[in-house]
């Protein structure tokens, strides 16, 4: 920590901090400037957390942490790409993977007729939500068990491994009976307690970035994933809140060379859910893939005009099989297969 | 719902339109305009949601709802002020209250010295974390159940009621066992099945507002609490996240007069969340009292440089009690006791 | 300035920075942590800005300021508050002052029982746009110059000073010679050259803060004021843009305090920016006398349905006339006149 | 416009409204919904901005425009895109362009050396900036005049074209005199002077977006240009303003489709303030070229770290060739030359 006082502090001031960074665990280091007294707390800052809290005495001006707060999540602790294999797909590693499916399960006939079409189109993993948390009440929640029984039919038929989101902690042996990968939507990406349940289940886990989320915040939140002693992490931009009003969300492509600069996890990229806007969605992830995304997550839709939840960011069966011949090329640039 | 179609639409595309609006259960009603044609599509529009998806089809430039979505906490469904009775104090009629205590529950002594002088001070509910979120998995995560009994203790010795923060669905019985206000924190502010398993406790639920939640979407959070036959909500202002750095978040209090508009439930202020600097707290306290809040959330600490948690905002004892004499004028002229 | 370097950095690369460090003018001062090395380099960061760039090379992990870039508007600089003397009306001192006027100055007549009726209700300074940025070419610019003739005749008729908006470094003299403060706008906010020609007219100088401004950036353009040796300068608030939807803007009260500590500036609030909509203007103010703020801005028109710019946020005659009176309680509670 | 009436509203309130928008030269049209009157105002709304001011009536809930404000930069006013041609070198067309060099001309060895390597590497427009706004008054403002005959000198030896910003009214000739595009930085995005001035100078315009504008506004800062009959006018992406902490910006890519859709013009990336770190440079720009930028704007300096303004987001002359080189299959598969 570097604990910096304000100017022209008494003597007396300044001895009563050193004294209580001592007594916090840490070894004080003064520096003198050309105004300001300058403090380094010598110690480990992610056992010492409480040590922040001095910027609340009168003399001190500000307290900046230097070590980075996450651990396991982090390229220090494993400097090699984490690959994470699904049914013998493998996320993180040379092939480029993506997953397809509908915002919700709806009926058989809507899962199996998409789900053909996303595997021969290449698609090798299916998403679908079984369970969907909704703004309002009044709004379609999902088929519940129903539609996860529906997935693994679909898993069972065309091959693909299965991707849904898990919302509530009770549902956690529930949904990884069905589910290959456990999906943690946006608005529980700080839900400590159901990040928990998930990495205990022992099935991957795909985390989404949350609606303002700093990417430190992120990287913890993953990390208490991999505290619980599951290694299938991986993160997925979404897209991030801000006052623009032409897209949904703002999907930030730039989380793309940071998570992979800062952790071993695979990054994955939604442009459905990042843009709103199915328009917009090829683009995105031309972009994605240029710019070194291990996977993508796409919503796909046979009749999108018509789907009970999100319809405008879903692309259509016939879109989505010329989206996939679109990308090869920039999946050659990009050194992927 | 309104709906815009594109420029120099055919005939046929517009008809195609209608069709689907009427298929929907809408009464489309036609509008031409300069430029463009309109279709007012005259129905329920929180009961047929899907008329939204309208937007992903090529001639249509944009699909805009007219009702309001959220029904029982509108002041449409109870033009008077609701008010919740807490063992004793009412939130949300002529008596101004408010809520203090420690972030977390760290020790009986923190709590009971904390709890007595705000007593004194004039304060009637005691705030006090036993459960914490935490944003790294390496920091203090809350005493539990021992916290929860601390400040049952504090409650039968000082006489205030107690609102103390769930975190998970599965604790929702154990908390409201002790608690006579269950809180739902920024962090799941759209966890809705905790929202869910708060408001079947039956207890009252104060709503902090999310990180980036627009107001519409906490209104609608608000809702699952009351069509889940719990009365007793409120919503709590606690800070937006934007761009700024002096504070951690930048505390919206136009929240206020808006929620009073928009809503009969309370509305309580958090100044400590909402600047996250304890030498805010005082000014913001006075900012919300003049504006029509009818309660604060103040976090208050015998010795704030030693806070297992968020230090730096939380107010000492003697600030606390200059503060409550501070805000008697503003009491005053606010037209409240 | 504190230089943090990565973990296992060799021995070279360190001395490579430490040269770079005494280089640049910086006396360079090593502490070893527990992971990473830390270098505070001693110096005045004001004039040697370019340590910063530091960051770029492969061994430094991040490079952080200490000492604060603003002099001038701090208080360090002059620990008293300022105060400024328009026509008698003194701001930033005991007296509460009050701003009000239309948005834009579009007839004598609208003018006139604008300006007759605000003085009446007891504020002291007229507001009114004569040149004005608009978001599109096509809507109405402003009067010019017959504006700035006609602001002058409400000033000698009704004794009240004038404050109107300066958009243009070529109507600086112009505006200066009939306003007595000169406005700048959100969107000129670090429109530097204009500061300094405003400045350069030796009248106060109003600058409100820019759309998404951090209250540093807003510091350091009012350093720009004063640094041209103009010391008329106060701060105003008028929102920042957030992703909230039910207001135009957020207003952050939390500026109030915190230009209060960080500078000896007034500042002023317009709460009608601030919210874009009229019916909540009463309440940002009562926040905004409460807080400790030194003047409100307020748009009042006489018809504001027909206003030619933001009718929206304008209150009508009446209704400014009972904010004056509800206001008084607050004023009084805040220790002001 | 749809004006939306508050639920249960008299006749003769309804009838006030209906009276006031044929007044202001719109055709009415009622529709009356389940709880709400929904009135379909007909007339062209750029020449009757008035209408939205209703929303200050007490009976009327919601005013919201139909048309799209902006009319020359629109693809509805041209349908192709259009091309600029800047010494030879067509933004806009086949060949994608890159504009690459110093953020600040420092010196005649520093532009000489920066401008040759960026030539050799494929660059065919040269970047550099005489005249710097700058957060602070205590920072390098650049060197002026000799700055843009430094530019001069630049182009005649190396045969790239000049582009560079303009920061003034006042040196709009002077500016364009040497500049073959005058850039208009991201702080003055709305300074409508500025941009009348730049338009009318005739030189191509190269309009950044600020730093929180939302497309619909940045569409209409660049209307201004081509009002004032230019059509040299080409969108520049900087990224926006966000919470983020890890880059100075979050660059936001999906403007590169959006600005295609909406608008005829060119989009140009500059992933340099976007990122505000050079180690991330090389994604953005392969992320932009696959998304279908027309042009990159790049910083490049021989010696990032002793840069004079903002050394820690340009690239090194040996990073920018090898980028260049990277960026070869990307364009080939995104179909550009």
Known sequence: ????????????????????????????????????TVIGAIGDERTHQTLE????????????PIQKRYKLVSRDAHAANSTI??????????KFQVMAGPCSVESEKQL??????????GATILRGGAFKPRTSPYEFQGLGERGL?????????????????????????????????????????????????????????????GLS????????????????????????ERGVRTFETYTRNTLDLSTIPIIKQESHCPIVIDP?????????????CKGAVAMGADALLIEVHPNPAEAWSDGAQQVSLEAFRRLMNDLRPFIAAAGRE
Chains 1, 2, 3, 4 share one sequence.
């Open 213 to 236: 989320m700093r990417i430190e915040e992120w990287l913890l939140a993953g990390e208490y994933v991999l505290a619980n002693e599951n290694c299938g992490l991986m993160f997925c």
């Open 112 to 121: 199996m007729s998409t789900a053909e079409a996303v595997a021969k189109a």
């Open 1 to 36: 920590m570097i604990v910096v006082l304000k100017p022209n502090i008494a003597k007396k001031e300044e001895r009563a901090v050193l004294k209580e960074i001592r007594k916090l665990g840490y070894r004080p280091h003064v520096m003198r400037g050309v105004e300001r």
């Open 149 to 209: 029984k529906l997935l693994d039919k679909a898993r069972r038929e065309t091959g693909l491994a299965v991707i849904t989101e898990l919302l509530s902690e009770q549902h956690a042996e529930l949904v990884a009976e069905y589910a290959d990968i456990l999906q943690i939507g946006t608005r529980n990406a700080q839900n400590f307690q159901l990040l928990i349940a998930a990495a205990k289940t022992g099935k991957p886990v795909l985390l989404k970035r």
């Open 85 to 94: 294999n699904v049914r013998g797909n493998v996320i993180g590693g040379k």
């Open 272 to 284: 459905s859910q990042g843009a709103g806007r199915a328009d917009l969605v090829a683009a995105m």
């Open 53 to 64: 809290t001095l910027v609340s005495w009168p003399q001190v001006e500000s307290v900046t």
